[in-house]
Structure formats: C-alpha cells, structure tokens
C-alpha cells in the first residue's frame, strides 16, 4: 500500500520540484534521480504484489477524502478545458466542455454520497504490475531521454526565432514536469479498482496531453490539440455517462465487482454502461472513428510522442479494456463492437502507413493499428485473446517506445524525419540505426512478441470462429511487413564513404535507448518465464483457464533466435572485412558509387535515384480513412441500436464460441534438432536435383536438351571457388542468417512441429534476404527488394489463411497431428489448397510472377534482388532457394497425409503434379505487372479464406 | 576437376561495331544452339559473370565502359573478343574517334576473328575460353593455399 502512494505521490513531488528549479544543472539531477527511484519502486511494487492480487482497504476517511479528491481534480480540469476553450475560441471544444462539465458536476454529486464510499478501493494484481512495470520502467526512461532531448530542441527553437527576430521563451520545466504527473495519473489508473478515482487519473492524462501537444504553441500544435481534447472528450463523456447510469442503480463502482456483476442477473444494467466505458477505452486508445487526434499528436516534441502512443496514455485506453475483457463474455453488443472497431482500425491503419514517408505518421499508424489488434483481443473476451492482448502491450510498448526515441534522435542528427532521408543512416549513425533496426524487428518478426502474439490472436478468432476478423488479420498483417521492411530497408543501406555525425547524441538519449533496447531483448528471450509466471496466474484467475499455445522447446528455440539476431545486429559477427570491395552496378560506369553517381549519354553524369514504394493510387488516405470512419461509425451506432432494440436476454446472453484448445503433439528439442539436421542434410541435395530436374524439363518443354541433371550443383560449387569481394561488408552476414532461419523452418515442419511458427520463420529468412539487397544501395537490387516485399505482401494473407485453415482441420498447429487424422485435410480444404498453389507461384519466383528475381535471360532489373551478390553469397542464394523449393512442396504434400502409410505415396504423387504444374506455368506465360500480382492474390486469398474458413470455422455453430 | 568449365556464366557487350557480331552473338544464344547444354548462362550481370565476350572495337566513348566492367567481373574471369574489330579494330581501326581491338582496354584470353563472326567460331571460342578459366581457377585455388 505504501509502495503504490509512493508511486502516485513521488512523481507529483517531482512535478512541483522541476517547476521551482529551472536550471538545467538543477533540472538533471532531480530527473535522473527521481526517475531511477519511480523506476526501482515500480519494480519492488512488481516483486511485493507479483502472484498476489491484493485489494486494499482503506479507513472509512481516507477512502470519503479520496473520493471528493478525485472528484474536485475532475471538477478542476473540466474548468481548465472550458478556460482554454474560450482562449482559443473553438465552438466544439466549448460546448464539449460544458457538457463534460455538467456530466462531472453529477458524477461528482453522487460520488461524495456516503453510500458510495468503497472500502476497498485499490486493487492490484499482475496485469496491473505489468502496466506499473510498463509505467515505471519505460516512462521515466524517456523522461530521462527529454533532457537530451529537449535541449537540442530548445536550441533549434532559440535559432528559428532568433532567424525571426524574436525571442524563444525556456518553458522545459513545464514540459518535464507535465511528463511526470502524466506518470502519476497513469498509476492512478492502473491501481485504482474505484472507477471514480480511476476517471480522476484518465482526465489528468487526457489534460497533460492536451498541454503537452499544445507545447510549441504554433498554429499546428494548438490545432492538433484542440482535436486530442475534442475526441478525448467524446470518451471522457462516454466514461462519465458511465459511471452516472452505475451510479443510478446502485452498483458498486469497482472494476473487479462489474464483472462480478455482469456475470449475475444484474448483468442487464450493464449493457450501456459497458458500451459506453468501450467507448472511452476506444477513444484514449486512437481507434476510428476518434484516431485524428493521435496522428495530429506527433506534432508535439518526440518524447510527447514516445511517452503518449507506446507507453502510457494509449496504453490506459487498452488497459481498461483489457479489465473488462471478461465482461465481452456476456455482452455480445459490446463484444462484437469493440472487436470490429479494432479489426477494421487495424487493417486500415496498416494499410495507410504504407502511403506514409513521414517516420512519425508511419509510427503513428502502425500505433493505431496494434492498438485496434489488442482492443480486438480483448473484445473477444477469452483466455486466449487476453495471453495476445497483454503480449501485444508488452512488446508493442518495448519496439514502439525505441522506434520513437531513435526517430527523435535521428531528426535531431539529420534535421528531417522523412523516411527517405534515411538512406544509409547506417554508415552515419551506426549505432543508433542498429537500435532503430532492432525495433522495427521486434515490431514485424517471428520470433519477437510481436508476432508470437499475433499468432495467439489468430487462434483466438479462429476459436470463436470470426471469419471476417482473421481475414482482416491476414490482410493487415501482410501490410504490415510491407511497410517496416520497406523502412528497414532505407535503414540498412551501406554507404562507404559516409560521415559519422553520430558523436551529438546526448548520453541521456543513449542511455534511455539502450535501457528499452535491453527491456526488449529482455522480454523476448524471457517469454517462457512472462507467460508462465506472470500472465498465466492471471489469466487463470480471472478467466479461470491457462492457455497453452506452443510447447516451452519452441519458446526456447525462439529465445535462441533473438539472441541471435542481436548478435547480427549489435557486434562485429559476420563481417567479412577481408574481402575485396567493389562498386555498384550502374549499367555504364559508375563515377562515384555512393552517391550512385555514372556517366550518362552525352558525356552528362547522371544520378540514380530511388524512392520507396507508397501505392498512394492503391491505398488513398482520404478515402480510406473515410471508408474506416463510416465503418467504424456505423458499428458503434449498430451496437448502441442493438441494445435498445434487442431484449436483455439476448444481449446478456454471452458470446457463443467453440472451446478449441490446441493440442500440443509436437516433438520434443531432441526431436526438433534431429529433424534440424534432416532437413539440412536432405534438402540441399533434394532441392538441387529438382532444380536441375526443372531446368531439364523446361529445356524440353522449349524443344531443347538443356543441362545436366547436377548443373545447379556445378554452378554453386563454381560459385564458391570464386574470388571473395563484395560490395558491403554485412550482406554475406544477413544471407548466412536467412539461410540458417530456412534450415530452421524446414526443420520443424518434417519433425511435425509448428506450422504457424515455420511460415513466419520462412518469412523472416526472406526479409533477411531483402535486407541483403537493400544493403548495397543499388539501384537494381533495391528494386528487386522492393517488388520482393510486394510478393511477400502478396502471399502472405494466403499462408495465414493456410494456417488458420490447417488449425481448423487438425485442431492443433503441430504438423505432426496429420499423422493421427482418419482422412486427410484435402478434403476439408480444396479452396485453400488451390489458394496454396496460386501463391506457390509467387512464392517460387516463376513466371508470371517473377518480379523480384528471374532465373530467366535479362530482366529489366538486371539480376533483381540478386544483383549485388557475387561468389559465395550467391551460392548460399540458391542453396537457400533449394531448401525452399523443399519445403514448400513438402506444405503441398501435407495436404494428402492421413494415418495411412499409403499416404505418403499419394502426397509424393500430388508433389510431382504441384511441381511439374509450376515449371508448366512457369514455361507457358509471361511476366504480368505488379498490380496484377498483387491484385489476383488478395483476391484469390480472400474468396477461397471467406469461403473455406466460413465453412470450416462457422458450421459447427449451425 | 574444374567446375568453372562446367558452369561459364557470361555477360556479352557490344562496344563500336556494324552490330554482325552483336546478332551473330545472340543468335548463338538461341534454342537452337541450346548453349544451356554446357551450363552457359547469358547472366547480364557482371557480378555474376565468368566470360566476357565482347563484340565491336573500342572507342574513347566505352573504354571505360569496358573496364568497369571488367573490373566488376569476379577472379577467375576470361575475355573473349568475338569479331574482326574486337580483335584488332578492324574495318573501323582507321577511323578517328577508334582506338582499336579490346586488348587496348583489358587483357584479352581468346581473339575469335570474322566478319562477322561465325556462331560456330563463337562457340569454338567459348570452349577454348572455358579451358583457360579452369587453368585461372586451378591458379587461384593454388594461391588461396
């Protein structure tokens, strides 16, 4: 009880000392200081209260002062926003506020009624600590990144108005001490079990927002936060309401006890109120219709932005959802509500940031965008979709909060946040673009949270049997690599001869930066030991079930890879310094390489130049932006309608859902490591054989003799005895990686693990191959990366929708479950299987899809994403396309394997049909447009996912 | 036991030529010849390329070129000039602006002469080429050790 008043009271202390000392000798100190102590009592609080949810009762006295303390800090904000509504003169925000006004009034009125004194009213339990960790921890550390950080900013801003001749006044002191009684209205929110106090703790967030994004006081900011504080009204009114219906009949005001209401035959009463607290979670969570204020937000100084959208005031939005996720149990309005909301933000917002090129706008959309996933997750309502819900925060926070930070810094450095002033940041801020890279992995990638969590997502939809949101899962999330591998991309750029202008950045902001960066590593390679000691004894207590979604050897195997992939990132490992540099290709001759300066026609020299992708003419802002505002609108309005319409018993009635638990049938380490070792051993020699087997038959196929049978194997040991020299020295290293995560995917899929797991391992063994080509910064291979990420966009709403397919059939994600089922899966999922061939196209690089890359005479892009490498690199290309060939074959060949033996010939027959079809197609036709690629696998992904998983997911229920 | 001869990738330019040797050229690349026998490939990309072949005569204009090129090309590498002017300048060796055969530029392996040159000359050069890139490779796996 004391750690948490400390925890509320400590930084309000140091709000009041920073706004008395205004020195930056003075200011320092105290903040380094204090934000150590928040950081160490958030962390004893963790250590005191872990496993032990606790409520705490208060003296009568304390618990009445707090409750009139609460309801005259409401009183007084109200009154803070109606005084700022008549400076700026805005109509909205006037009548907003005295209409929040009255409500708090009311709400106050009732709140000081001695009937309604709680006698407990804190609480806490893991969830809980895990805000207070997220709060603690993450939030002082960018409280200490805003010293760094706001002294270049107050710097840049004395130049510019010293430039216009006027003077830029030092309010830092009121910045940082807004940040620290935003922390302090933050544990307000996460202890409190009164919701009276609670709402005292969201108001204070949503006013020190409204503050902070009004800082620089331009036109700009004061607009934007007219808007934060218009659409937060809008949910701080709907809290109200709330809590002025629960008020009306006598239910108690705590969170804990609404759901033991909902689940009694009071649940009735509820159905508004619970609608409406949605709405407010909705609101501070920036998801459509309310998400403007967010993206307006990132106008605000960085730490606003960082402190904002990935730890804190977002976070309080899917936090109170998170505490009402048992409720969605009972009331289907508001269940179906909330999880539509977040699937369509998240699939919208995923694809609007692709349009993006300013780093903020894209951070901020893919921020809406994870948000609507947890507000989904915590829409359905079941064990399984709070395990992802809570993972997404965690990692979302972690990734977010260093991509936020980084791009702070970077502006700083570079004096532009525009992603395509990005390029080759590599060579001139090393160290930071190497954290910057990490966060954008563990935004995108297996094995990071962030995907292990998306994966628990899924089988939650596909649990509750929601079609249409697993479709939006697959669509947004192809998006969703699109556009970080498309900016890591412009990251991992390699110019040789760059200038380091590293040397500026201050220590506050590497040490905040390194502090998450170490959080982050922290939490993935601690996933096992999270999910089994601190979210299970959650989830067993309030949904009274311990999800168990993939085996502790596949979480360990994972563990491995991340410590793998920092050891990429961050040391010396791999680089081949040795090895002889060579310039770009550019065509003719090429003058000066890093700037990719060549001779043109006419003796000109000329300059290549290439920007990313943005498909503005596929995704256009307005409308879609448009398009998600009606949707979400109108599924808001429909809820609301639906509660008046229907009658209580339906909307009480709970949600109906299939209890489907995935079985765990996989193998153990020793049996994943051998299969491992199978699959390195077997594919490469397999895959060769085919490949000379397909160059045979196309050669036959065009009236020819054609190679050798082991030509591929002649050319790949050619290749290695070449002269060692590369362009780069990293890009042999990121090949070695995508190889290795091949091997690694094909491994587990013939010892009969994971599936979900293999796909987004052979995802990740793709990106590392874009980030090989990206690296050069040529012209061509930057293209062939380009159309590269296209095709995995393209492909992988298919591969989830296989999955999910796969799930639904096996009732397990484990591929050795084929091996105990009376008939094969076939039979259950011809549209998907022929979903599976379309894509295999893509997926293999044949015509007519081969953009990124062609085995095929010229091409426009020269040798597309393979243009770079040379020698040993390239060997290790085709080795790797080997054992994809294998595998995916081998994703073919599952389909027809039942508990027969016979099934195994019948698989190997369908193979050689799949495969002799591919060099058919690929013989018979010629390279289509991208826009076609695209366009006819989100088509086919979605008819054959609509109509197969509506089959398979929603007939039980019929 | 050379896999260089087994696998001669290679990139074709054509430098200040009439362009009979550029067709000559492609034309030993078609079906009918059915080059892929012998594991060639027409990479178009340097970085990937064993074989040079070049056609026509250089000039002030692609002696740079040329080079660039050459010097993209991965150890062991070989240079064949395919043609009359590749090998000495020929009909044009005269003319103002020529400087003369590719060994002006880089260091040639094979001269495949004609005008314009024979597929069947073409391939014969090739195969010689092939040799020498196995005698280059056995050198340069000598001197890795």
């Known amino acids: ?958 | 036991m050379g896999y260089s001869s087994k696998s001669p990738w290679l990139i074709h330019y054509d430098g200040s030529s009439c362009n009979g040797c550029d067709i000559e050229v492609l034309d030993s690349l078609t079906p009918l010849y059915d080059l892929e026998r012998f594991g060639i490939i027409n990479t178009g990309n340097p970085k990937h390329a064993d074989i040079f072949l070049v056609t026509g005569a250089v000039n002030h204009q692609n002696m740079n070129v040329v080079k660039h090129i050459y010097d993209q090309m991965m150890e062991p590498k070989v240079v064949v000039a395919c043609g009359i002017c590749a090998c000495t300048g020929g009909v044009f060796r005269d003319a103002y602006n020529v400087i003369g055969g590719v060994d002006k530029a880089i260091p040639v392996d094979v001269y495949a002469p004609g005008c314009a040159v024979r597929p069947e000359t073409i391939i014969d050069a090739v195969l010689k080429a092939v040799e020498i890139l196995d005698e280059k490779a056995a050198k340069l796996a000598g001197n890795k050790r």
């Open chain 1, 1 to 958: 009880m004391a750690t948490l008043g400390f925890l509320v009271a400590f930084p309000l202390l140091v709000a009041v000392a920073l706004m008395v000392f205004r020195t930056d000798s003075a200011r320092d100190p105290i903040v380094i200081g204090s934000a150590a102590v928040i950081g160490a009592a958030s962390v004893v609080c963790a250590v005191q209260f872990m496993n032990a949810p606790t409520s705490f009762a208060v003296p009568y006295d304390f618990s009445f002062a707090g409750n009139i303390l609460s309801a005259a800090i409401d009183l007084f904000l109200c009154g803070l926003v109606l005084a700022f509504a008549l400076r700026y003169r805005n109509f909205a925000m006037l009548v907003l506020a005295i209409v929040q006004f009255i409500a708090s009034i009311w709400c106050a009125s009732m709140a000081i009624a001695p009937e309604d004194i709680m006698a407990e009213p804190l609480y806490i339990d893991n969830l809980s600590i895990i805000m207070i960790l997220i709060v603690g921890l993450v939030g002082s550390a960018i409280c200490i990144y805003a010293l760094g950080y706001m002294k270049d900013f107050q710097h840049h801003e004395e130049a510019e108005a010293e430039k216009r001749g006027e003077h830029a006044p030092d309010r830092r002191h009121q910045f940082i001490a807004l940040m620290f009684l935003f922390l302090s209205g933050m544990f307000i929110i996460v202890i409190s079990d009164n919701m009276d106090w609670l709402v005292a703790g969201w108001e204070i967030t949503t006013v020190c927002s409204f503050l902070m994004i009004g800082y620089t006081r331009t036109p700009e900011a004061r607009k934007s936060a007219i808007l934060q504080i218009n659409l937060n009204m809008v949910g701080g009114l709907a809290f109200h309401i709330a809590l002025i219906l629960i008020h009306l009949v006598h239910i108690p005001l705590s969170i804990g006890g609404l759901i033991e209401v909902a689940q009694s035959g009071e649940a009735e009463y509820l159905i508004i109120p619970i609608l409406l607290l949605s709405i407010a979670g909705l609101t501070k969570a920036a998801q459509m219709p309310f998400h403007r204020w967010l993206l307006g937000a990132m106008v605000a100084p960085t730490p606003t932005s960082a402190l904002l959208h990935s730890s804190t005031m977002v976070k309080a939005g899917v936090f109170l959802l998170m505490k009402l996720a048992p409720a969605y149990l009972v009331f289907p309005a508001a269940s179906v509500m909330v999880v539509m909301v977040g699937g369509v933000t998240f699939v919208l917002c995923s694809f609007m940031a692709i349009t993006q090129s300013n780093a903020k706008r894209v951070l901020a959309y893919s921020t809406i965008a994870n948000l609507g996933l947890i507000s989904a997750c915590a829409g359905v309502g079941i064990a399984e979709a709070a395990w992802a819900g809570i993972f997404l925060i965690i990692f979302h926070t972690v990734s977010k909060s260093i991509l936020f930070l980084c791009v702070g810094t970077v502006e700083h450095r570079i004096g532009s946040r525009n992603i395509e002033d990005m390029d080759g940041l590599f060579s001139r801020l090393p160290r930071l673009t190497r954290f910057m890279m990490l966060g954008i992995l563990g935004m995108v990638v297996a094995p990071f949270g962030m995907l292990i969590s998306k994966w628990a997502t899924l089988v939650s939809f596909a649990e509750t049997g929601n079609v249409v949101f697993l479709i939006l899962l697959a669509f947004g999330s192809a998006a969703t690599f699109f556009y970080w591998a498309k900016w890591l991309g412009k990251l991992a750029g390699v110019a040789q001869k760059a200038e380091n202008v590293e040397a500026g950045v201050h220590k506050t902001e590497w040490f905040a930066i390194g502090f998450i960066a170490v959080l982050m590593l922290g939490c993935c390679v601690g996933l096992p030991v999270i999910s089994l000691g601190v979210v299970s004894p959650y989830l067993e207590r309030v949904f009274g079930s311990n999800p168990q979604f993939l085996g502790v050897d596949n979480m360990l195997i994972m563990a491995v890879i991340v410590a793998f992939i920092a050891i990429v990132f961050l040391t010396p490992w791999g680089r081949a310094s040795k090895k002889r540099r060579v310039e770009v290709y550019l065509g003719g001759t090429c003058t000066d390489p890093d700037s990719r300066r060549f001779h043109g026609a006419m003796g000109r020299t000329m300059t290549s130049v290439k920007r990313n992708w943005y498909m503005t003419d596929i995704f256009p802002e307005k409308t879609v932006t448009a398009v998600g505002i009606i949707v979400c609108g109108a599924v808001i309005l429909m809820a609301f309608a639906a509660s008046f319409i229907f009658n209580p018993d339906v909307l009480t009635g709970g949600a109906f859902y299939i209890e489907r638990i995935p079985r765990l049938v996989g193998p153990e380490l020793p049996g994943l490591l051998l299969g491992i070792v199978v699959f390195a051993v077997v594919a490469p020699v397999l895959g060769c054989l085919l490949d000379g087997l397909d160059r045979k038959v196309s050669a036959h196929m065009q009236g020819r003799v054609g190679p050798r049978l082991l030509q591929p194997y002649y050319d790949v040991r050619k290749l290695l005895a070449k002269e060692q020299a590369s362009v780069n020295a990293v890009d042999e290293a990121y090949i070695t990686c995508a190889i290795i995560f091949c091997i690694l995917a094909g491994g587990m899929f013939i010892s009969g693990s994971n599936l979900l797991m293999c796909v987004f391992l052979v995802t990740l063994a793709t990106l590392f191959v874009i980030i090989a080509a990206y690296s050069a910064r040529s012209p061509f291979a930057d293209t062939g990366a380009d159309r590269e990420c296209l095709q995995v966009m393209s492909y992988e709403p298919m591969l989830l929708i296989m999955t999910v397919g796969f799930f639904a059939a096996t009732q397990s994600f484990d591929v050795a479950s084929l091996l105990g089922l009376d008939a094969p899966i076939i039979i259950q999922l011809v549209p998907i299987f022929l979903g599976l061939l379309f894509i295999l196209t893509i997926k293999l690089r044949k015509s007519p899809f081969d953009y990124s890359y062609s085995h095929h005479a010229h091409q426009e892009l020269v040798k597309g994403i393979t243009t770079e490498m040379e020698g040993r690199t390239l060997a290790k290309v085709e080795i790797m396309h080997w054992c994809e060939t294998v595998l995916f074959l081998m994703w073919t060949g599952m389909f027809f394997i039942w508990d027969n033996p016979i099934s195994i010939v019948v698989a190997l027959v369908a193979v050689a049909v799949v495969w002799f079809l591919e060099v058919f197609i690929d013989n018979n036709s010629a390279r289509t447009k991208w826009q076609f690629g695209l366009k006819s696998a989100w088509l086919v992904a979605l008819v054959v996912g609509v109509v197969n998983l509506f089959y398979m997911l929603v007939t039980p229920f019929i």
